[in-house]
């Protein structure tokens, strides 16, 4: 562990907050040396639809999940905040709140990374944070386009050169493979199945004692397409 603050920023939607986040999140905590990591739920994410659990209750879940895991820590900046939660402005806000010496981790995950060219003013996003790059082990980087040159451009130094500077540079890390996204943990919760295992135990009771998800829940949301079935759209 550094001396100085060394911040980890996790944000999603966390629609239902599952193990994959929470797993991926202490393996960066531990493996970077992290001081802490802040998990920031989207108000409305510029990337996905809209969430189909209210702003309280994946709060809620995400309150439910955190007991025990010391140095994962909720940050409700961007649900505070109205319009779309773009990722820049929250670094921006965390920039004026911590000062410009601390250094700040933007935790991704790979596909993530690899549509980062697409968010908004993607190139200020490194003026602001380091991005660290969550791959399964054995992955491959990519070789050609934009976020190849990325790589190139911004990774160097590896994981000392992350406390050297406040930003700037691409790490990826390897982290355990989980195959777990939110949109299977909505249709199996639909279907009438549980989610247990795949999330904690906690969030898995905050789902069942308000009926999130359920297929009355997710019908209540809005008009079912032709068919008769909500499309559950996928996200992480």
């Not at 802040?38 to 969430?51: C, D, Q, T």
């Not at 000062?99 to 490194?126: N, Q, S, V, Y």
């Not at 969550?134 to 386009?145: D, I, K, M, Q």
């Not at 934009?146 to 000392?160: K, N, P, T």
Request: glycine residues 10%; aromatic residues 6%; positive net charge.
């Amino acid at each position: 562990m550094f001396n100085k603050p060394f911040i980890g920023i996790q944000g999603g939607t966390f629609d239902p907050i599952h193990i994959g986040h929470l797993r991926t999140a202490l393996e960066l905590k531990e493996g970077l040396g992290l001081s802490e990591v802040r998990l920031i739920p989207a108000r409305i994410s510029p990337h996905r639809r809209e969430p189909f659990a209210s702003p309280q209750d994946r709060l809620d879940m995400l309150a439910a999940a955190l007991p025990g895991n010391s140095g994962l820590v909720i940050d409700e900046r961007e649900l505070r905040r109205s319009g779309p939660s773009f990722t820049v402005d929250t670094l921006i806000s965390l920039r004026a709140e911590v000062g410009e010496t601390i250094p700040l981790c933007l935790l991704l995950g790979m596909d993530a990374f690899l549509g980062l060219h697409t968010w908004h003013k993607p190139r200020t996003i490194l003026t602001l944070a380091h991005i660290v790059v969550a791959h399964r082990p054995g992955w491959a980087p990519p070789h050609s386009g934009l976020m190849a040159d990325w790589l190139r451009e911004y990774q160097g130094g590896g994981l000392a050169a992350l406390t050297r500077q406040p930003a700037g540079i691409v790490l990826t890390y390897p982290v355990t493979a989980l195959d777990i996204s939110a949109s299977t943990i909505r249709r199996l919760i639909a279907a009438g199945c549980s989610p247990r295992f795949l999330v904690p135990d906690a969030v898995c009771a905050l789902i069942q004692q308000r009926s999130l998800y359920s297929s009355n829940f997710l019908a209540g949301l809005r008009p079912p397409p032709s068919g008769g079935l909500v499309k559950l759209d996928n996200d992480a």
